[in-house]
Structures are given as structure tokens and as C-alpha cells.
């Protein structure tokens, strides 16, 4: 007897579509039957006419927890990853302190544990003398973060050398080193003032360089890399142009491929973020990209920032809070593309779902409904539209820069290892059934 069968809907794969019925046993997808084929189970149910799609994982969260949780914490933004479908979320390690050593990582763990309405994987910070790295690896993080730009000297690998070095120490330990593109010798003179003045500072020739630099490094140090958010056509002509010298991935926003620079105008500090919005001939190259299948992962980087703290006054752009908040709204403004004919749903799927657990080793449990994986199913009905509201969002920050967007398809239904956690627009009243996951295996499928 299965726990759940889950009938009448087509099932969306990275590689494509299935009219299935889908079983769950345990927590994992048991089976995958043909439509209507007699099965028992404790519970039946027909959700016919809707897709069925593996829960998201976003490769890309900063939960500002320790430290930092007046901005967001372990159970406000697992609740919201929750409520938009991401029923995986990876978390950056740049918090107060940062996740650096083994005991910054195991108090991470401590402050998480019974608090997760979704599954969680820790990333961690390279330090520039490397301390810890060996030991801390040893408790399976999902990735070793390295900076190249605009980060405390203890984290900056801002030459070359630095940065091969780095690559070459965290190679031979099965983990994804994960890059911020960044130059930090185009950085160092950053002027203050304005939107302008900001745009100015962080040139697409300062993630170019980065990008540029980083696939060498990677090709150099024949090591697994995955870089950070691109979003400029200089950033993607030169990652289309290198790609395959080494092993690397890239990943975008959704923010970059929705808004310009001329967005500040009416948006102002709610979109203050680096890399900043660029000129629509940087997003168009970016949309591009998207539909010919140059980007491989689709990431929020959810940075929230209390509302007040990004309204307060500054006596620069530069120094507005940098982030906003993504996670509840990944899967609906993906679903945005859809509808344009940007991408379809198993490119929705393949970017923000198999291929980010593939890359950085979940693999085995995420990004899929096949057999045996973790039974993280989202259900979607294509029949009812989506509208997202800042009344809506649960993580603190309490707005979205989405606000009013209005999308075709509409997430009713989310499961965690077959675990009931969402439906209808309302959380489940159950404990938190998110766990804390470790890395097991790499690449992209």
C-alpha cells in the first residue's frame, strides 16, 4: 500500500513531460503508474488537469540567520520558500559571523534544527589562510563560497593567483567551489553620489573580467565551479565564449531579467542590489541566454532587508542595504517566461530544479520525480493565474519589487517527502518538516 497516490496530472521533467500517476512510499516517489491503473494507498488524490513538478531548489538564499534576524531568520524564510514551491533552498554563509569554520557551521546547524518548513543545505566562506576548510567539509556543505570583490580582506581572493590557489585547495575535498565574479581593481576607486555614480561602480567589464578570470582559474586548477549571478551582455559574450575551457556553471535572477537601470526611477532602494540593474540591451542579451540554454541555474539570491532599513536616508545610493527579497516568488516569475515563450516548463524545471540539485550534489534525493527521489511535489494548475502582492509575502521584509505582476498558473499544492506543507494559500499547521542536507554528489545532468 503506497502513502499517496496523487492522480490526473501530467508530470514535468527537466527532459520533458509524463501523463503518470504518482505514488509516494516513505517520503520518496514509489512509482509512477499509468493513468488510472488500480493502486491503494492512504490517501487519494485527483488533481486532474494539473502539472505535477518537482519541488524548486534555490541555489541561492541568504536566511541572515545567526545575526542578522531582524531582517529574516531560519523559520520566516523557510515559511516563505514554502508558500512559492521551493521546497529546497541553499544558503549562503554571510551572516553575523559568517559560516566559516566548524563551529560557525555546527551553531548554524544548532539555530536550524526543528525550525525548517523546507529542506535546507549550508554553503560556507573560504577564508583567504584557508583555516578550517578541511574539517568543516568533513560536515558536507553544499559548497565553499569564494570571493573575488567587495568583501571583508579576510574572504577576498582578489588576484589571480589568490584565487587559483583557493581553487586548488578545495578541488581534491568533492565539494562545488562557488565564485562571485568581481574585479576588485575596477572596484577600488568607486565613486559615491548617486544611481549613476553606482551604475559606474560595478561596470559589466568588472563581471567580465571575473567571469573570465574565474574559468581560467577553474581551468588551471582542474576544478568543478559554479559562478554567481551574471547580467550583462559583456558578461555573457565572454562566458559563451569560455565556457568550456573548464568545468563551470552560471547561474542568474530573476530580478536581472525582468528590470533596467531605468527601474531605480520609480523603484529606488527596493532595488538596490549588486550586481545593479543594467541597461536593456544587458537584459535582452540576458533573455536571450535564457532561451538558448547558456544559463544554466535559476537563482533568487533572496537578500532581505528590513523596509525600514532600505527607506532610511543615505548620503549615497552606494550605501543602501544591497538585496531583496526572491524565494516565495522564484516559481512565479519563471512562470512568467513561460508565458511570454521565453522557455517552457521542463526549461523551468531543468534551471531551477535539477539542474541546481545536480550541480551542487543533492542530486540523488532533488530536482526530480523520478523513482526513489524525495517526494517533493509541487501542483500546479495552468487553469488559475497568479498574482503576486506585497500583502502576501511572509518573509520579514513584508514586500516583493514583483509587486502586481500577474502570471498564468497557479501553485496550489506543495509536498516535503510526501508531507503535506502548503495548500490553497496557507501554510500547514503541522511542526516544521524541513531538514538540513548535506552535499552527496555533482555535475549537471
Known sequence: MFDLVLRGATIVE??????ADLCVSGGRVAALLDPETPATAKIERRVDGCYLLPGLVDAHVHLREPGLTYKEDFASGTRAAAAGGVTTLLDMPTDEPWTDSVESLIEKQRLAEGRLHVDVG???????????LLAVCA?????????????????????????????????????????????????????????????ASRPPLAEASGIARTILAAAEANARVHLRQTNSALGIATWRRMRGLADTSIETTPQC?????????????????SPPMRSAEDRDALLAALREGLIDIVATDHAPHARAEKRAHYGSFADIPGGMPGVQTLLAT??????TGDIDLPALIRMCSANPAQRFGIGDRKGSLARG??????????????????????????YTPFDGMQVPGRLTTVFLRGVLIYEEGQLAASAPAGAIIGASNHGIA
Not at 258 to 272: I, M, N, Q, W
Not at 374 to 396: G, Y
Open 257 to 273: 531579467l525582468l528590470f533596467t537601470a531605468d527601474d531605480y526611477a520609480e523603484r529606488g532602494a527596493d532595488l538596490k542590489a
Open 14 to 19: 527537466a527532459s520533458g513531460t509524463l501523463r
Open 139 to 199: 560536515l558536507h556543505p553544499v559548497s565553499v563560497e569564494v570571493f573575488t570583490a567587495d568583501v571583508p580582506a579576510a574572504y577576498l581572493h582578489d588576484t589571480q593567483a589568490l584565487l587559483i590557489h583557493a581553487l586548488n585547495l578545495v578541488r581534491p575535498l568533492d565539494v562545488l567551489a562557488c565564485v562571485s565574479p568581481g574585479d576588485q581593481s575596477l572596484l577600488e576607486a568607486a565613486p559615491t553620489g548617486g544611481v549613476d555614480a553606482f551604475l
Open 373 to 398: 527521489r524525495d517526494a517533493d511535489i509541487l501542483v500546479l494548475d495552468p487553469r488559475l493565474d497568479t498574482r503576486i502582492s506585497h500583502a502576501e509575502q511572509l518573509s520579514r521584509a513584508g
Open 334 to 339: 519563471m512562470l512568467h517566461f513561460v508565458a
Open 122 to 132: 549550508f554553503q560556507v566562506a573560504l577564508r583567504r589562510d584557508a583555516r578550517d
